[in-house]
């Protein structure tokens, strides 16, 4: 049973361009979570989605960032007009049908974007 | 700020000794999960701790909740080398639905 794949594993981009990151979760995950890691930090919430849905976008930056989750394909993290400020290290993680109370979450190997 | 806040940040040990870590969070939670972080990769998920329970093992890990502190602490016995890594603390907090919140994390260095 594979893991929770990312792609890519690194992302260079400059200023202004766009950041796409691809999250594919574990088979059966019907949940897909979103974190960033600045450097020496703890992870921080983004978007939590369920398919074609978005559950809760709290942690998400009003503009420039957006989420997804279709009903075919990958979850996708799109960074528009990126800045050096968000250079950092995204995860992606999945798990499967909630129960309500919060359960193990299984994480990719991250997206480690560098902004120039 | 932090939902939880580790300490220490750094440890260093020598294998064979034990390492605790410690976790304090503010506010009500549903459970309190222990990840790991090696450098550079991504996070592996160690023990899960309902806010009704207050301790749980794992082979070489023993997590203790005190909920009337807000405080969480992770053991790891007999350490070795390859435990070296940074170590988070993440709550679900009450009413917060499935989001983890992390702490800042503790770096643990165990040297031959």
């Known amino acids: 049973n594979a893991g929770v794949m990312q792609n890519p594993r690194h992302l260079v981009r400059r200023r202004g361009q766009e950041a796409r990151l691809r999250c594919s979760p574990m088979?059966?995950?019907?949940?897909v979570y979103w974190y960033r890691q600045l450097p020496e930090e703890g992870l921080k919430f983004m978007v939590y989605?369920?398919?074609?849905?978005?559950?809760?976008e709290s942690g998400m930056p009003k503009e420039r960032f957006s989420a997804e989750f279709p009903k075919e394909g990958p979850s996708i993290l799109r960074i528009q007009q990126v800045v050096r400020g968000d250079s950092a290290a995204y995860f992606c993680?999945?798990?499967?049908?909630?129960?309500?109370?919060?359960?193990?979450?299984?994480f990719g190997p991250g997206t480690r974007l560098t902004v120039l | 700020s932090q939902q939880g806040e580790e300490d220490p940040q750094a440890l260093s040990i020598q294998e064979g000794e034990n390492a605790t870590m410690n976790c304090s969070y503010k506010?009500?939670?549903?459970?309190l999960q222990w990840y790991r972080q090696n450098s550079g990769r991504g996070l592996v998920h160690l023990i899960l701790?309902?806010?009704?329970?207050r301790e749980k093992h794992s082979g070489r890990l023993r997590v203790t909740l005190d909920t009337s502190k807000k405080s969480s602490s992770l053991l790891i016995t007999a350490s070795r080398a390859a435990d070296t890594a940074s170590y988070f603390c993440?709550?679900?907090?009450?009413?917060?639905?499935?989001?983890?919140?992390f702490g800042t994390g503790t770096q643990l260095k165990v040297e031959l």
């Open positions: 993680a999945s798990s499967p049908l909630a129960l309500g109370g919060g359960d193990e979450q299984f």
């Open positions: 088979k059966g995950h019907s949940h």
């Open positions: 989605l369920q398919k074609e849905n978005i559950i809760d």
């Open positions: 506010t009500s939670i549903n459970n």
């Open positions: 701790i309902r806010s009704n329970e």
């Open positions: 993440a709550t679900v907090i009450t009413g917060g639905g499935n989001k983890l919140t």
